[in-house]
């Protein structure tokens, strides 16, 4: 399955922004999702994650309560809505899928997308 994240850009603290990862090439309802993000010189941390029915979300601390991962099969797009943005936020966002588990892990991703750039300034 081949992802692509879009919908990253510039916007200031406290903002919102909505990432979306469109798949192609296999069926994209057979896999869970996981949002990661990563900064210069870090790891790519983990940010959310969805199962393939989109029944089940889980987030990392630093953004519960302020991002909410949602997926539309029909559409083969994974989404990452995104509230309340602060500086800390700033980061390359991937999207990964992932046929196994749902996603928490850089290690349990199958598929990787080109990452999108979210920069919150402020």
């Known amino acids: 399955v081949q992802l692509q994240a879009s919908g990253g850009g510039l916007v200031q603290a406290g903002g919102s922004l909505r990432l979306s990862c469109a798949a192609s090439?296999?069926?994209?309802?057979?896999?869970?999702v996981g949002w990661f993000r990563q900064t210069p010189g870090k790891e790519r941390e983990f940010v959310a994650r969805?199962?393939?029915?989109?029944?089940?979300?889980d987030y990392g601390d630093s953004v519960k309560g302020r991002f909410t991962i949602s997926r539309d099969n029909a559409k083969n797009t994974v989404y990452l809505q995104m509230n309340s943005l602060k500086v800390e936020d700033t980061a390359v966002y991937y999207c990964?899928?992932?046929?196994?588990?749902?996603?928490?892990?850089?290690?349990?991703?199958?598929?990787w997308g080109k990452g999108t750039l979210v920069t919150v300034s402020s």
């Open positions: 990964g899928a992932a046929y196994s588990r749902i996603p928490k892990s850089v290690g349990e991703v199958n598929y």
């Open positions: 090439g296999r069926t994209f309802s057979n896999y869970h």
């Open positions: 969805i199962n393939w029915s989109g029944s089940s979300t």
